[in-house]
């Protein structure tokens, strides 16, 4: 990048203060393994306040978007944007306004629930006070500030995804990518993280994408892009894709979608 090069303007406003282009703006976006390609011209936005569903079976390209997304990977063929900035040329811009919440636990269970905010909040260059009482805030929020001082291993798998959540809204992100979240939680609590995330989205304004091959975690409301074989066979609010494929349930769209990419 050249060196005199300046950020982009923050996205202009519309009446609300929502940004006038996508939080996360993905276009033409494409990754291949060798010869084979995981991801084959993606291209689909999610505004601010909106929890949209990134629904595909195991194999269909989730993670490898969001490796493209959280730069684990680069990207070399298409562009992805965040409030803005351009991942490739502004890449520290970006990502600072991305919280993630990876498939696999990636809390320490030997450090306390607030050890490991501080720690996140420290990668990101938050003065300590700004931690303390940001941590105090977001765990307040999901009901642990309690437990704040106990060992992250004392808790369950659900509580742990909920401090997973608090931590990667530590800096205040704009866009939060969750992995298969739920994986390994039980109906109840796979329900209360959705409703909290749900609630973030609600009364924050924050950009969602939460990625799954769980057609239930899609409710009415909610944005779907359908990613099938690292294609986009289609993407809208749920009760959108119903209509489209004039079928009472996402499960019978889903299944009409990629039947039919199949048979093509």
């Known amino acids: 990048m050249d060196c005199f090069e300046t950020a982009p303007p923050e996205p202009r406003a519309i009446p609300g203060g929502a940004p006038a282009d996508p939080i996360l703006a993905v276009e033409g976006l494409s990754h291949s393994f060798g010869a084979r390609v995981a991801l084959d011209g993606v291209s689909f936005g999610v505004p601010a306040g909106r929890f949209t569903v990134l629904l595909g079976l195991n194999g269909a390209g ?15 063929r298409g562009s992805i944007r965040v409030f803005g900035f351009d991942m490739r040329r502004h890449p520290a811009q970006a990502l600072a306004r991305i919280g993630v919440v990876f ?7 030997d450090l306390t629930v607030i050890q490991n905010l501080r720690y996140h909040g420290g990668l990101h260059g938050l003065a300590s006070a700004d931690i303390e009482a940001r941590a105090g805030e977001e765990l307040a929020r ?5 437990r704040a001082d106990e060992r992250v291993r004392t808790l369950s798998g659900g509580q742990r995804r909920r401090v997973e959540i608090a931590r990667a809204l530590l800096h205040r992100p704009s866009l939060l990518l969750l992995d298969e979240p739920t ?16 609630d973030l989205c609600r009364e924050r304004g924050l950009a969602v994408l939460w990625a799954t091959h769980l057609i ?6 909610d944005g779907v892009v359908v990613l099938h074989g ?17 079928v009472a349930t996402l499960g019978d769209a889903f299944a009409r979608l990629t039947e039919k990419k199949v048979r093509q």
């Open 142 to 146: 999901i009901g642990l500030a309690e």
């Open 62 to 76: 989730k993670t490898t978007l969001f490796s493209l997304i959280t730069r684990i990977y680069n990207t070399r």
């Open 183 to 198: 994986v390994g939680l039980d109906i109840e609590l796979r329900r209360q993280v959705l409703d909290h995330v749900h």
């Open 216 to 221: 239930d975690e899609a409710r009415d409301g």
């Open 103 to 109: 498939q696999q636990p990636t809390l320490d269970p």
């Open 230 to 246: 690292g294609r986009v066979l289609a993407s809208g609010l749920v009760e959108e894709l119903r209509a489209a494929a004039g």
